[in-house]
Protein backbone atom coordinates (compact mmCIF):
# COMPACT_ATOMS: atom_id res chain seq x y z
CA UNK A 1 0.00 0.00 0.00
CA UNK A 2 0.60 3.64 -0.19
CA UNK A 3 3.48 5.20 2.51
CA UNK A 4 3.30 8.74 3.36
CA UNK A 5 6.16 10.16 4.95
CA UNK A 6 5.82 13.42 6.55
CA UNK A 7 8.90 16.44 7.98
CA UNK A 8 9.42 17.90 10.40
CA UNK A 9 7.00 16.43 12.89
CA UNK A 10 7.04 19.78 15.08
CA UNK A 11 8.02 23.29 13.23
CA UNK A 12 8.48 26.84 15.47
CA UNK A 13 8.23 30.30 13.65
CA UNK A 14 8.44 33.97 14.30
CA UNK A 15 5.09 35.39 13.07
CA UNK A 16 5.47 36.29 9.70
CA UNK A 17 8.03 34.64 8.51
CA UNK A 18 6.72 31.39 6.23
CA UNK A 19 6.82 27.74 6.85
CA UNK A 20 7.54 24.68 4.92
CA UNK A 21 6.01 21.23 5.65
CA UNK A 22 7.10 18.39 3.41
CA UNK A 23 5.44 15.02 2.39
CA UNK A 24 7.18 12.23 -0.01
CA UNK A 25 4.63 9.25 -0.77
CA UNK A 26 5.62 5.83 -2.24
CA UNK A 27 2.78 4.36 -4.64
CA UNK A 28 3.18 6.43 -8.33
CA UNK A 29 -0.38 5.88 -8.99
CA UNK A 30 -1.31 8.49 -6.13
CA UNK A 31 -2.64 11.34 -8.23
CA UNK A 32 -4.60 13.32 -5.29
CA UNK A 33 -2.88 15.66 -2.29
CA UNK A 34 -4.65 17.30 0.29
CA UNK A 35 -3.39 18.98 3.26
CA UNK A 36 -5.90 19.11 6.22
CA UNK A 37 -5.20 21.49 9.12
CA UNK A 38 -6.44 19.97 12.94
CA UNK A 39 -6.98 22.79 15.50
CA UNK A 40 -7.18 21.52 18.92
CA UNK A 41 -10.53 19.76 19.82
CA UNK A 42 -11.24 20.03 16.21
CA UNK A 43 -11.14 17.18 13.43
CA UNK A 44 -9.29 18.27 10.61
CA UNK A 45 -10.28 20.32 7.55
CA UNK A 46 -8.80 20.64 4.42
CA UNK A 47 -6.81 23.45 2.99
CA UNK A 48 -5.59 23.23 -0.06
CA UNK A 49 -5.29 20.00 -2.43
CA UNK A 50 -3.56 19.14 -5.62
CA UNK A 51 -4.17 16.90 -8.33
CA UNK A 52 -1.42 15.26 -10.50
CA UNK A 53 -1.99 16.89 -13.29
CA UNK A 54 -0.89 20.21 -11.86
CA UNK A 55 2.43 21.54 -10.68
CA UNK A 56 1.88 24.30 -8.05
CA UNK A 57 -1.93 26.02 -6.92
CA UNK A 58 -1.52 28.67 -4.66
CA UNK A 59 -4.50 30.08 -2.04
CA UNK A 60 -3.75 33.16 -0.03
CA UNK A 61 -0.73 32.70 2.07
CA UNK A 62 -0.97 29.30 1.40
CA UNK A 63 0.30 27.00 -1.47
CA UNK A 64 1.06 23.66 -2.19
CA UNK A 65 4.02 22.08 -4.73
CA UNK A 66 3.87 18.53 -6.62
CA UNK A 67 6.91 16.72 -7.94
CA UNK A 68 5.38 13.73 -9.18
CA UNK A 69 8.53 12.52 -10.43
CA UNK A 70 10.42 12.67 -7.15
CA UNK A 71 7.26 11.52 -5.68
CA UNK A 72 7.16 14.60 -2.86
CA UNK A 73 5.08 17.54 -2.38
CA UNK A 74 5.27 20.40 0.30
CA UNK A 75 2.96 23.16 1.89
CA UNK A 76 4.10 26.63 2.45
CA UNK A 77 3.13 29.07 4.58
CA UNK A 78 4.20 32.80 3.94
CA UNK A 79 3.58 35.64 6.14
CA UNK A 80 2.82 33.37 8.89
CA UNK A 81 -0.06 34.12 11.84
CA UNK A 82 -0.39 33.16 15.50
CA UNK A 83 -3.67 31.70 14.11
CA UNK A 84 -2.19 29.18 11.70
CA UNK A 85 -0.39 27.44 14.83
CA UNK A 86 -2.16 23.44 14.45
CA UNK A 87 -0.99 20.45 13.17
CA UNK A 88 -1.00 19.91 9.94
CA UNK A 89 -1.02 16.77 7.66
CA UNK A 90 -0.56 15.66 4.13
CA UNK A 91 -2.20 12.58 2.33
CA UNK A 92 -1.98 10.63 -0.19
CA UNK A 93 -4.85 9.11 -2.38
CA UNK A 94 -4.01 6.12 -5.25
CA UNK A 95 -6.40 5.86 -8.16
CA UNK A 96 -7.29 2.65 -8.26
CA UNK A 97 -10.06 2.50 -10.59
CA UNK A 98 -12.88 2.26 -8.20
CA UNK A 99 -15.66 4.82 -7.07
CA UNK A 100 -14.09 5.18 -3.37
CA UNK A 101 -10.12 4.65 -3.29
CA UNK A 102 -8.48 5.85 0.30
CA UNK A 103 -6.57 8.53 1.84
CA UNK A 104 -3.15 7.74 3.28
CA UNK A 105 -2.36 10.76 5.71
CA UNK A 106 1.35 11.00 6.96
CA UNK A 107 2.38 11.66 10.99
CA UNK A 108 1.55 15.32 11.13
CA UNK A 109 3.27 18.34 12.02
CA UNK A 110 2.97 20.63 14.54
CA UNK A 111 3.22 24.27 14.03
CA UNK A 112 3.87 26.73 16.57
CA UNK A 113 3.90 30.67 14.92
CA UNK A 114 5.00 32.92 17.85
CA UNK A 115 3.94 36.36 17.98
CA UNK B 1 -19.01 24.19 11.77
CA UNK B 2 -18.19 21.55 9.37
CA UNK B 3 -21.94 19.99 9.14
CA UNK B 4 -20.61 16.45 10.67
CA UNK B 5 -21.85 16.06 14.04
CA UNK B 6 -20.46 13.62 16.62
CA UNK B 7 -21.55 12.44 19.80
CA UNK B 8 -20.72 12.08 22.66
CA UNK B 9 -17.32 14.22 22.73
CA UNK B 10 -15.62 12.42 25.34
CA UNK B 11 -16.58 8.33 26.94
CA UNK B 12 -14.82 6.84 29.16
CA UNK B 13 -15.73 2.86 28.97
CA UNK B 14 -14.25 -0.06 30.62
CA UNK B 15 -13.55 -3.17 28.73
CA UNK B 16 -16.35 -4.80 29.73
CA UNK B 17 -18.90 -2.41 28.92
CA UNK B 18 -20.49 -1.96 25.30
CA UNK B 19 -20.95 1.55 24.04
CA UNK B 20 -21.92 3.27 20.38
CA UNK B 21 -20.19 6.07 19.05
CA UNK B 22 -22.93 8.36 16.63
CA UNK B 23 -21.92 10.78 13.79
CA UNK B 24 -24.71 12.29 11.41
CA UNK B 25 -23.94 14.35 8.40
CA UNK B 26 -26.32 17.36 7.32
CA UNK B 27 -24.36 17.81 3.87
CA UNK B 28 -26.25 15.67 1.13
CA UNK B 29 -22.94 13.37 1.20
CA UNK B 30 -23.12 10.02 0.32
CA UNK B 31 -20.05 8.52 1.85
CA UNK B 32 -18.62 8.23 5.08
CA UNK B 33 -16.21 6.97 7.12
CA UNK B 34 -14.58 5.95 10.32
CA UNK B 35 -10.94 7.07 11.12
CA UNK B 36 -9.08 5.95 13.93
CA UNK B 37 -6.58 9.01 15.31
CA UNK B 38 -3.58 7.82 18.02
CA UNK B 39 -0.89 10.09 18.97
CA UNK B 40 2.14 9.94 17.25
CA UNK B 41 0.15 7.98 14.39
CA UNK B 42 -0.87 8.78 11.17
CA UNK B 43 -5.04 8.95 10.57
CA UNK B 44 -5.80 5.12 9.91
CA UNK B 45 -9.10 4.44 7.66
CA UNK B 46 -11.31 1.97 10.05
CA UNK B 47 -14.37 1.89 8.05
CA UNK B 48 -15.96 3.03 4.11
CA UNK B 49 -19.45 3.35 3.50
CA UNK B 50 -20.77 4.47 0.27
CA UNK B 51 -24.75 4.60 0.14
CA UNK B 52 -24.84 3.23 3.26
CA UNK B 53 -23.38 -0.44 1.70
CA UNK B 54 -19.90 -0.82 3.80
CA UNK B 55 -17.19 -0.72 0.27
CA UNK B 56 -13.67 -0.72 3.02
CA UNK B 57 -13.17 -2.40 6.29
CA UNK B 58 -9.61 -1.89 7.08
CA UNK B 59 -8.64 -5.08 8.95
CA UNK B 60 -10.77 -3.79 11.76
CA UNK B 61 -11.22 -6.07 15.00
CA UNK B 62 -14.43 -7.68 15.07
CA UNK B 63 -14.97 -5.68 18.68
CA UNK B 64 -15.81 -2.91 16.18
CA UNK B 65 -18.89 -2.79 14.54
CA UNK B 66 -20.10 -0.51 12.10
CA UNK B 67 -23.72 0.23 11.47
CA UNK B 68 -25.45 3.09 8.53
CA UNK B 69 -28.77 2.74 8.62
CA UNK B 70 -29.10 5.51 6.60
CA UNK B 71 -27.08 8.00 3.79
CA UNK B 72 -27.03 10.69 6.98
CA UNK B 73 -25.48 8.74 10.05
CA UNK B 74 -23.25 6.11 10.55
CA UNK B 75 -22.52 4.77 14.04
CA UNK B 76 -19.51 2.59 15.47
CA UNK B 77 -20.48 -0.36 18.13
CA UNK B 78 -17.84 -1.15 20.57
CA UNK B 79 -17.54 -4.22 22.89
CA UNK B 80 -14.97 -5.47 25.09
CA UNK B 81 -12.30 -3.08 24.09
CA UNK B 82 -8.70 -2.80 25.05
CA UNK B 83 -6.45 -0.53 26.61
CA UNK B 84 -4.43 0.45 23.24
CA UNK B 85 -8.08 1.16 21.63
CA UNK B 86 -7.99 4.65 23.81
CA UNK B 87 -7.82 7.28 20.84
CA UNK B 88 -9.57 9.86 19.33
CA UNK B 89 -12.39 8.75 16.65
CA UNK B 90 -13.22 10.83 13.45
CA UNK B 91 -15.94 10.52 11.28
CA UNK B 92 -16.01 12.38 7.72
CA UNK B 93 -18.05 12.29 5.00
CA UNK B 94 -17.91 13.17 1.27
CA UNK B 95 -19.75 13.82 -1.80
CA UNK B 96 -19.44 10.74 -3.35
CA UNK B 97 -15.38 9.90 -4.06
CA UNK B 98 -12.45 10.02 -1.49
CA UNK B 99 -11.18 12.85 -3.46
CA UNK B 100 -13.99 14.71 -2.77
CA UNK B 101 -13.22 17.41 0.12
CA UNK B 102 -13.66 14.99 3.06
CA UNK B 103 -15.44 16.83 5.73
CA UNK B 104 -14.19 16.09 9.57
CA UNK B 105 -16.61 15.42 13.03
CA UNK B 106 -14.81 17.49 15.98
CA UNK B 107 -13.89 13.58 17.06
CA UNK B 108 -14.73 11.14 20.24
CA UNK B 109 -12.14 11.27 23.00
CA UNK B 110 -12.32 7.41 23.82
CA UNK B 111 -10.26 6.46 27.20
CA UNK B 112 -10.74 2.70 27.74
CA UNK B 113 -10.03 1.55 31.33
Known amino acids: GENVEQHPSTLSVQEGDSAVIKCTYS??????FPWYKQELGKGPQLIID?????GEKKDQRIAVTLNKTAKHFSLHITETQPEDSAVYFC??????????????FGRGTQLTVWP | ETGVTQTPRHLVMGMTNKKSLKCEQH?????MYWYKQSAKKPLELMFVYSLEERVENNSVPSRFSPECPNSSHLFLHLHTLQPEDSALYLC????????????FGPGTRLTVT
Open chain 2, 92 to 103: ASSQDRVDDEQY
Open chain 2, 27 to 31: LGHNA
Open chain 1, 50 to 54: IRSNV
Open chain 1, 27 to 32: DSASNY
Open chain 1, 91 to 104: AASPDRGSTLGRLY
